[in-house]
């Protein structure tokens, strides 16, 4: 067969782009090719190892010792990788190599518990416990990626400074909405923050709250059950002012246990053990109730903003939902590979339309491998296997404990057992 021409290829693309415009179903197809393409010919090109027994700022021994990555992050040309130990090192990226930078722990005694990428203004946040507190208390620290460049984390600042984060106090980074909601147990107070500049907005004393969740422009605050077990009061607030846009109350059975309760814009959704979910519209009172038989109670959610939907994690198993109660996706081959669920292994593209995971092989390899699929067909758009014979493949892609997929230049990052971060990549450079 001959190559193809210059000419064919232009007709080729103008025919693509007149179907995406003239028809939803070729927008999708579209899509999928897209990203078929993009997905193609991956290969473990970079490995990257945390551990580092002769690092001299680390004190605590069990930071000098081999753990799994929990998490990683990355921003532009820098990687974030996490371990269970508590270590955290930041890498390079790029044309000028893929070094190690420096480590985040810039106290000998500091253990990493997370990390948070905030883009509101180009930084990393870490939150920390450390050793002279007997590890029980959150410390934030917010280090902009200039100074990470520069190998200089110690020129960061502390967050929250005020606030006693001891357990079961806790931080929460809202991305969405940019803002900051701490819990100081010792106060009892909850109080929300600019995500930008970290000033403090406003605060809420109540101590009657069990839970808050955030959705896209509200809070919604869930009380303790009533004394007699026949409704949980519900108050909805504005994330921007605090103020109460609405106050209900949800009727339960008395002796069925709370399954969970979560909000997604105007969608309150209920479900107690062994009872039918119930999807409330919270501006209408129109109420939807899926039976318990169709709906299992799911370990995780994640709620798709931009597309309406919402995904359910019940061991290996990711469903894509409507707020109608429908399922609307069947996936061809996105089996997680983890029972648990660990939204650490699966990443979720800015457009809300691919889920990258870490999966159980359709033949029932020994080894896992990664999963791209679309959430809107639940098409497998494309896999990364070890190549027959490759023992660094094989390797590399044994018990992954951590995935993150970098957007901007289109790489898929994995961790491992053993501490390792290993970079898959379809370019040429290194």
């Known amino acids: 067969m001959r190559p193809p021409t210059r000419r064919m290829v232009e007709v080729n693309v103008a025919r693509k782009l007149a179907q995406r415009e003239t028809s939803c179903q070729a927008n999708l197809a579209f899509d999928r090719s897209n990203a078929k393409e993009k997905f193609r010919d991956y290969e473990l090109c970079v490995h990257l190892d945390t551990h580092d027994p002769k690092a001299s700022n680390l004190k605590l021994p069990f930071l000098k010792k081999r753990s799994k990555i929990l998490e990683i992050v990355a921003a532009k040309d820098v990687i974030f990788a996490l371990a269970a130990s508590g270590v955290c090192v930041a890498y390079s990226r790029g044309h000028l190599g893929n070094d190690r930078l420096c480590f985040l722990n810039v106290s000998p005694y500091e253990v990493i518990r997370s990390l948070f990428f905030n883009k509101a203004n180009n930084s990393i946040i870490t939150v920390s416990v450390y050793k002279q507190d007997n590890f029980s208390s959150l410390n934030c620290r ?50 929300v923050w600019d995500l930008k500049n970290y000033t403090h907005l406003y605060s809420i004393t109540d101590d009657s709250i069990s839970e808050i969740k955030i959705s896209p422009g509200i809070m919604l605050l869930i009380y303790h059950k009533c004394p007699s077990g026949a409704h949980v009061p519900l108050k909805i607030l ?18 069925k246990k709370m399954d969970f309760i979560e909000q997604f814009n105007e969608k309150l959704l209920v479900k107690q053990e062994h009872e039918s979910l119930h999807i409330i519209d919270i501006r209408t009172g129109e109420r939807t109730e899926v039976a318990s038989s169709h709906f299992l109670t799911p370990s995780a959610f994640i709620f798709l903003y931009e597309n309406q939907l919402f995904l359910t994690f019940r061991q290996r198993n990711v469903s894509v939902w409507n707020f109608r109660g429908e399922k609307v996706t069947t996936f061809e081959d996105h089996t997680l590979w983890h029972p648990d669920s660990n939204t650490n292994n699966i990443y979720i593209t800015s457009q809300q339309d691919l889920i990258i995971s870490y999966c159980q092989q359709a033949d029932g390899e020994a080894v896992g491998s990664i999963n791209v699929s679309s959430i809107l067909d639940g098409s497998c758009l494309a896999r990364i296997r070890p190549k027959a014979g490759d023992a660094e493949q094989l390797l ?34 290194p």
């Open 396 to 429: 590399a892609l044994e018990d992954v404990t951590a995935l993150f997929y970098n957007e901007d230049r289109n790489e898929i990052y994995t961790g491992n057992k053993d501490g390792k971060v290993h970079i898959w990549s379809n370019e040429t450079a």
């Open 142 to 191: 917010s280090t902009p990626l200039e100074y990470i460049r520069r190998k200089e984390p110690a020129s960061g600042f502390s967050l929250f400074d005020t606030e006693s984060l001891r357990f079961p106090g806790f931080v929460e980074f809202d991305d969405v909405n940019g803002k900051v909601l701490t819990y100081s147990a010792a106060d009892k107070i909850y109080k």
């Open 238 to 255: 504005s994330i921007d002012t605090g103020d109460v846009l609405l106050s209900f109350k949800h009727q339960l059975h008395r002796s």
